[in-house]
């Protein structure tokens, strides 16, 4: 079982920086993918980013490829989720989530969920 804690979450500008963190605890974090999903009002779950074990492979949705920037420190059991240049349609719940395969992680849906930060841009 791992559990997961985000933080980081709050009010940005519109083109202003946000910096998410994610914390993980329990079994291995080293042996799992992780990634991010958003949720904003009245929308669907998406994807965000996602690495690998080892960091080595990113993925990223189109919406945010270039602004977001997904990294992770084995030693510090962490995840973050750089956002830049944010923009109104950023708004939303972010999820952090760890599952099998960076790739995959979109498509087969994480085994593991965070309870979600709020990002919140104004104009």
């Known amino acids: 079982q791992v559990q997961l804690v985000e933080s980081g979450g709050g009010l940005a500008q519109a083109g202003g920086s946000l910096r998410l963190s994610c914390s993980a605890s329990g079994r291995s974090f080293n042996s799992y993918a992780m990634g991010w999903f958003r949720q904003a009002p009245g929308k669907w779950r998406e994807f965000v980013a996602a690495i690998n074990q080892n960091g080595a492979f990113t993925t990223y949705a189109d919406s945010v490829k270039g602004r977001f920037t997904i990294s992770r420190d084995h030693a510090k059991n962490t995840v973050w989720l750089q956002m830049n240049s944010l923009n109104l349609e950023d708004t939303a719940v972010y999820y952090c989530?760890?599952?099998?395969?960076?790739?995959?992680?979109?498509?087969?849906?994480?085994?593991?969920w965070g309870k979600g930060t709020l990002v919140t841009v104004s104009s």
């Open positions: 989530a760890g599952g099998r395969v960076a790739d995959r992680l979109q498509f087969d849906g994480p085994d593991y």
